[in-house]
């Protein structure tokens, strides 16, 4: 039996992870070694562990926390309660996908603007026409600054 077994520093070497995460994962529940060594130390794993630790190494590339692992493995679930998880966990990622499309949009238009702008203008050099537009402008503004067109009709005033 022990010929069938794998030393951690045989399967984290063969994952590409460290002994130490082996060692949190244990000291977690996720991971337990089937045998320690008493006088080593040495912890030993088998063929159906390691296939464990594959399992668990794809939760953690798909994001899901090490606490997350932890209640997955603990919990006995269906086919359809599994796909569910996994579904939130897509939609989650989504949602990020669309924050950060959201910050390049903006970053662009500070582009776009940059590009595009005058050089600053005082607002002591402006004319007293050019400063009545300016503040009328902003005063004319009934929508909240949450909303992107004010923003952008605000962002355009203060670019003059």
């Not at 794998?6 to 460290?18: D, P, Y």
């Not at 537009?133 to 003059?160: K, Y």
């Amino acid at each position: 039996m022990d010929d069938v077994l794998m030393r951690i520093g045989e399967i984290a070497a063969f994952f590409g992870v460290s002994v130490k995460a082996l060692r949190v994962y244990e000291k977690m529940g996720i991971l337990k070694p089937v045998k320690v060594d008493e006088k080593t130390g040495y912890r030993y794993y088998t063929a159906d562990q390691v296939k464990q630790l594959d399992a668990i190494l794809e939760l953690r590339e798909l994001g899901f926390s090490l606490l997350e692992i932890q209640k997955l493995l603990e919990s006995i679930m269906t086919k359809e309660q599994y796909m569910e998880v996994l579904v939130h966990k897509k939609i989650m990622w989504q949602d990020k996908i669309f924050q950060a499309q959201d910050r390049i949009d903006a970053i662009d238009e500070v582009i776009e603007k940059l590009e595009t702008s005058l050089p600053p203008v005082k607002l002591h050099e402006l004319t007293e026409d050019e400063r009545a537009a300016l503040l009328n402008r902003i005063a004319c503004l009934d929508v909240s600054l949450h909303d992107l067109h004010g923003r952008n009709i605000l962002t355009e005033a203060l670019w003059l």
